[in-house]
């Protein structure tokens, strides 16, 4: 079956650094996906992994190891518009090899206090 | 460009009638597709398209037909509304199918069925 775990709600102090998990185990793969989603907007994208290892993207960077099935979002020197939801999405394939599906997990709702 | 616009952006329906909720892209992106977002459900695919005239499920397509007959629109169709459809209805499209694009979100649809 398909599934993807991300913890329900974190806290985090503004200027700190906070770490955000996501496992999956999901019939195919190929790539996953963080996006940022603000209350009551749609989610924007934030990363891209495909190989293992980490990418970063200035403030943000995500990890990604296939053979554990897990990444992560690291977002560095939080800022209170960071407070938002934060979901992880696996891309799955099809036989042909060309799909966009995306299996998306329930989210990590992220509150940054002053 | 507008990127992906959906209208409207509210609608309450009563039980039994139809409607159709409409998705446009101008970025000339070939996957486009239609995702509900439930609290403690994370987003989930309705249906989707890799191009002009091909269409195909997703994860939950009861209760819901599109079609896609120009690459920049395409519309979800209720028809016959039931309470449980409530939800907030996402449109996204990517530039096509295979490697690493990102999917872009519309502003949502809030949808409520009495």
């Known amino acids: 079956g398909q599934n993807i775990d991300q913890p329900t709600e974190m806290t985090a102090t503004e200027g700190a650094i906070v770490q955000i998990n996501c496992t999956y185990q999901?019939?195919?793969?190929?790539?996953l996906f963080w996006y940022q989603q603000h209350a009551g907007e749609a989610p924007t994208f934030l990363s891209y992994?495909?190989?293992?290892g980490l990418e970063e993207k200035g403030r943000f960077s995500s990890f990604l190891s296939r053979s554990k099935g897990y990444s992560y979002l690291l977002l560095k020197e939080l800022q209170m518009k960071d407070s938002a939801s934060y979901l992880c999405?696996?891309?799955?394939?099809?036989?042909?090899?060309?799909?966009?599906?995306?299996?998306f997990g329930t989210g990590t709702l992220l509150a940054v206090q002053p | 460009n507008a990127g992906v616009t959906q209208t409207p952006k509210f609608q309450v329906l009563k039980t039994g009638q139809s409607m159709t909720l409409q998705c446009a892209q101008d970025m000339n992106h070939e996957y486009m597709s239609w995702y509900r977002q439930d609290p403690g459900m994370g987003l989930r695919l309705i249906h989707y398209s890799v191009g002009a005239g091909i269409t195909d499920q997703g994860e939950v397509p009861n209760g819901y037909n599109v079609s896609r007959s120009t690459t920049e629109d395409f519309p979800l169709r209720l028809l016959s509304a039931a309470p449980s459809q409530t939800s907030v209805y996402f449109c996204?499209?990517?530039?096509?199918?295979?490697?690493?694009?990102?999917?872009?979100f519309g502003p949502g649809t809030r949808l409520t069925v009495l």
């Open positions: 999901t019939s195919g793969f190929n790539g």
């Open positions: 992994n495909v190989l293992d």
């Open positions: 999405a696996v891309r799955d394939f099809d036989y042909g090899g060309a799909t966009n599906k995306l299996i």
């Open positions: 996204a499209s990517s530039l096509h199918p295979g490697t690493y694009n990102e999917q872009f």
